[in-house]
């Protein structure tokens, strides 16, 4: 057990008592032997020596069952370890406790656990304690992991089922589950195909990549997309309470082009950094500025939908962007009570964070939103921005990856359960890809986002992800994206 005794250092120098959490994500260290390779159905997978670390969502609402395959390189018993991921607020300490229903077969009882299996460091929950809320669970977080042994044998390939969900803190309330067809599954339905209008607005007047006119409306619609993404930086573009004239000149002319051609509009926020590093100081810049946004446009067509923030990160954890969530949505509620939003999940609008979404209950006009870029490497090949400068010639052969299935899957699961529509609202593949594998990447993601019913929307027209050139007025894409 050497490969532990850090964290069982770390651990027991916790002296006060730690700040429960909701737990978002699980961890299984596997350890002592060399490994061949190390797989898993989700999540990731880091090697540290002959340590093995799988990192994978999981959910409070639902189980998720995780399959581990390992193959070894020599006849040895491997160190396994069941644990949380590890976290701090405001220097305490997080105890994000898991619960564990099965592990290769094995069953555990609440309050005892089975033969061969232990959990150090701290006193084991009894039965009828939290988090043991049923008769047949273990429970873990990192300052109290589970632990066992597997008995490997060189070149003979070891298989894992492990059956988990995040345990729910005492007083939780979950949020409600709203049934039937509300209006925003309908608003949902109108939209298929989109496209983003991106690299143009989000930054200050006169610093964005592209321009758009009306034109760039009549080729989208011509193209068969039925709805186009608007994203803006609202924080460069509203002062003393007004938003900018010279911006509404620009702005107004494309989005009524657009509601001209039937297509619904979405209005976004994007681009506002210093609101996710500093929530606190610019939350009120956000709130104020999308009671401005929703007077403007109270008296536009409903086609007009109002996403909130894009890819919520950083400060902007589930429960500060939560809070965040409910004070900008009372706020255009006030001038457009009608009026379709669309919210991000937190995480970099992540569809494994869909969880920790809370929406108001009463509210019946509101959609989920999740990016999906999988897989990062062929996606953002070149680009510096994600650390990825050197990284070129990445192909894709039009098999779509496992990892992108599951992450659809599970926001159709969200989606499903909580009684409200999804939409993914960025997929794409940056213009330094080859135009084969792109097309087949386009094609791949969005035939399986529609054989979902999951309405999305690419990013973007035509920038550095563009779907479309200007100068040749072709698309190479389009095929991809909208044909049969």
Known sequence: ???????????????????????????????????????????KVVQKGEVWMITFPVDWWQWRELEVSLVPLADHQANLSLSGAWGKVDGKELRQELLWQEVDGTKFKAGALPEGWSSPWRDYPKAGEWPINGSEVAASWHGRPLMSELE??????????LRVKAAVPEGF????????????????????RGVNLGNCWEGASGTGAVS??????????????????????????????????????????????????KLTV????????????????????????????????????????????????GGLSAEVLNDLHKQAITGIRESNPTRILIVDSPSWASSDALGSLRLPDDDERIIASFHCYDPFRFTHQGAEWVGLGEVKDVGFDGALPAEVERRMDDALAWSKYFGRPVHMGEFGA??????E?????????????EKRGIPWCWWEWKAGFGCWDSKSEKSSLIEALTGS
């Open 1 to 43: 057990m050497r490969w532990m005794m850090c964290l069982m250092v770390a651990t027991a120098a916790v002296a006060e008592e730690p700040l429960i959490r909701m737990a978002t994500e699980g961890r299984v260290e596997i350890g002592g032997v060399a490994m061949e390779s190390v797989t898993v159905n989700c999540g």
């Open 152 to 161: 490997c044998r060189a070149g003979v390939e070891l298989k894992l089922k």
């Open 173 to 192: 309330v979950e949020p409600k589950r709203l049934e039937g067809v509300t209006p925003a599954h309908r608003a949902a339905a109108k939209m298929k």
């Open 212 to 261: 758009f006119e009306v034109g760039d409306i009549d080729n989208i619609a011509k193209a068969g997309f039925d709805h186009v993404r608007v994203p803006v930086g609202w924080h460069h573009r509203i002062e003393g309470g007004k938003i900018s004239p010279e911006f509404l000149v620009e702005l107004e002319p494309v989005l009524r082009r657009a509601l001209k051609h």
């Open 266 to 313: 979405v209005l976004n926020w994007q681009g506002y950094d210093l609101l996710n590093e500093d929530p606190a100081t610019h939350s009120k810049v956000f709130i104020d500025g999308w009671k401005v946004i929703g007077e403007h446009f109270k008296d536009w067509p409903p086609s007009l939908f109002f996403e909130l923030f894009n890819e919520p990160n």
């Open 430 to 435: 940056i213009g330094n890809a080859d135009q």
């Open 437 to 449: 594998s792109r097309r087949r990447y386009a094609r791949a993601v969005r035939m399986a986002a």
